[in-house]
């Protein structure tokens, strides 16, 4: 059966996907948000402004003519905000920079297909590289290595060479010798550099002086390391490049005051979140399975039921004993408002309430709550899912792939030889080796991509809306990249190798494809190793 994307993919003008390709391109080369510095508006320039807009009116044009109302609406919502920039000639605010970026990136999902070819954005943009000043040799064989990272670094050749590159990258984190071109060196230029960027010093002596460790962390140094691997290096730099939240916060608003509801849904959505109303409390379970909240924000008293009564049948389901609820009521009486949070609620907030007071509460709420559910389903080392929440990712994407009639892929991945690494270098080398394969794969597979540790030198990856001669294709630019990559012991440099099995989602495989996966895996193993099978059905 077609789903609506197949349909709309279809029937869709190749002018159109050449416009989508040609606005999210201009999206990406003008989007950087770096996570680690204040937030208060974009980088942005009107200038980018007004070329978005451009792009955004002839999409709007070559759209008329599909006649489709689906991608008119993602198209004006994005036309709406611009325009409003335009005239207003001012930045965007965060929560409009992040709201933008989501609804760009939705249309993008709805028009392109997997073989339009469209480069992933790359982790660290162009225009904000890593500067690497360190001695040339070192430097050049490190810009190599971190390209199999998709990561774009400038090699800086001596002081000259570095002042000019900081006036031209001025939020690019940089890496840098202590001893870059003499004595301390590296040290002095970072005492003249003030921008909050990433400053990461390294050495490759002994016995490193707590003296010099300290006047790094005087010059604003924000790691230091001795003999840094890649994956090292890489994390210290990755949240500063990385954006703060990749989508809105989602808020389910239950009350059965539909002006009160509107209410606070304009003020919500004005601060970039999505919303949904819901004014019958009896149909909130079958709302917050289908709009996976990341809030809800209740009222006290409603038809037939309270706010706490509603929310103690929300706790009743494990799934659901993180989600933050906020109470939201006229109520006053003190103690009842205690014995709200008492019976399942976070917070209480008492009407008649100020937007901005509501936006900050919820705001602060779902931060807090994305930061401890990611160190719940996170893996310690990798940072990749565990193996639990990468199961419950794969149920999802069965079950989504099942109902809109979507192409799914599994793949199970295994480190060839991994036992004669830990056994010939070390455990502290194995976990790093562990850590750098599972950084190549959050780089190389970034998006809706669905990553996780399985279990020791075993990873686990959800491709939704890929095909299995894609999975294949993607999974064996990655193998041979990764292959490629020298990793550091105290016996010298080595390479390692990784073999994968996959499988497709047949529509009816869902508890059994990571067997077949794993079957596929096996026979990956038995043909040598270092290459990728894929699960045979039954002809």
Known sequence: MMN???AVNNKLPHRVTHEVRELLHCWRESYFLPNDIEVTNSSLSQHEVDTLIDKVHGLFRQIKQVESAELSDKVIKIQLQLNSLQQMNRNLKFEELVSLDYHINVLAKLVLRHDDNLDPAPYIPHKHPILLALNQELAEKLSEQLAFFDVHCQVIKDKQDFILNLQQFTQSAIIIDVNFTGEGVGIELMKAHQANVPKIFITHQENVPIELRLSACQVGGSGFYVRPT?????RSVEQFYSTPSLKPYKVLIMDDSHSQALFCEHALNRAGMLTQIVTQPLTILEAMEQFEPELILMDMYMPGCTGTELASVIRQQSAYLRLPILFLSGENNKDIQLNAMKLGGDDFLTKPIAPKHLVSTVQT????GRVLN???IRDSLTGLFNHTHILDKL?????YAKEQG???CFAMVDIDFFKKVNDSYGHTVGDKVISTLSLFLKQRLRGDHSIGRYGGEEFAVVFPRTREDEALFVMNEIRE???????????GEFKVSFSAGICRFSGNNAENIIEQADEALYAAKHKGRNNIQCYQFDS
């Open 230 to 234: 890649l994956a090292q290096l890489l």
């Open 365 to 368: 709420r779902c931060e807090r």
């Open 481 to 491: 990249a990764f292959n490629q990559l020298e990793h550091s012991s105290e016996q």
């Open 374 to 376: 990611d160190l719940i």
């Open 395 to 399: 149920k999802q994407a069965c079950r």
């Open 406 to 408: 979507e192409a799914l």
């Open 4 to 6: 609506n994307q197949q």
